[in-house]
C-alpha cells in the first residue's frame, strides 16, 4: 500500500490544502494529515480543534486519517511505515522553502521522497495567514475553507 503524509500546520486547512489532498488520493492509497505542533508558538486554532474538525471533514473518506504531531516529520513518517512525504507548490516562495525542506529531509532519511504538487491556478493565493488575517478583520472566511469544514470557535472574530 502507498501512503503518503501531509504535513502542515492547517491554521486554518484551506481549499488549498484539500485540493493537494483530493488530488493525492490519485498517487497515494492513503494519506495521514499530520498537524504539527509548532514549538514556538501556539497558533491560532488550537492543534486539537484543527484535527477534530479535519476528522469530521474526512470521517467518510477511509484513506485519509488526521493526527497530530510533534518533532520531526521525517521520523513521524518512518515510525508508520510512510515512504512519501506530500505537499503543495503556490509561488517561487514555496519552491525555495519546499526544496530546503526536502533536501534537508532527504539527508535526514533517504527512504522517504517528497512528493509536491503544483497548486490550481485558481487556489493558488489562498493561504492560512492570509485567511487568518481575514478573520482577524471580522472578514467571513468560509469561501476560503472547504465547504463542509467547521470549527467549534467563533474563529471569524
Ligand atoms: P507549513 O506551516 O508547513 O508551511 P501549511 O499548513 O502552511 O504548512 O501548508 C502545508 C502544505 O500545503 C505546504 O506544502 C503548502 O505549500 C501547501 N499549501 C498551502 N496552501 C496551498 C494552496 N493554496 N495550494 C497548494 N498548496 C498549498
Not at 477511509?62 to 497530530?68: W, Y
Not at 507548490?89 to 529531509?105: I, P, Q, S
Amino acid at each position: 500500500m502507498k501512503k503518503a503524509i501531509f504535513p502542515g500546520s492547517f491554521d486554518p486547512f484551506t481549499r488549498g490544502h484539500a485540493d493537494i489532498v483530493g488530488r493525492g488520493l490519485r498517487l497515494f492509497d492513503h494519506i495521514t494529515i499530520a498537524v504539527g505542533y509548532n514549538g514556538q508558538k501556539q497558533g491560532w486554532i488550537p492543534v486539537e480543534e484543527r484535527v477534530r474538525a479535519l476528522r469530521e471533514l474526512y470521517r467518510d473518506e477511509p484513506r485519509i486519517s488526521v493526527e497530530a504531531y510533534n518533532g520531526l516529520t521525517v521520523d513521524y513518517a518512518r515510525q508508520r511505515d510512510i515512504h512519501f512525504i506530500l505537499r503543495g507548490l503556490r509561488t517561487h516562495k514555496d519552491y525555495e522553502y519546499e526544496l530546503g525542506m526536502a533536501d534537508v529531509n532527504r539527508q535526514l532519511d533517504a527512504d522517504i521522497e517528497t512528493v509536491v504538487l503544483f497548486t490550481e491556478a485558481d487556489l493558488a493565493n489562498i493561504s492560512s495567514s492570509v485567511v487568518r488575517e481575514l478573520a482577524h478583520f471580522g472578514h467571513d472566511i468560509r469561501p476560503w475553507l472547504p465547504e463542509n469544514l467547521t470549527y467549534s470557535l467563533e474563529i471569524e472574530n
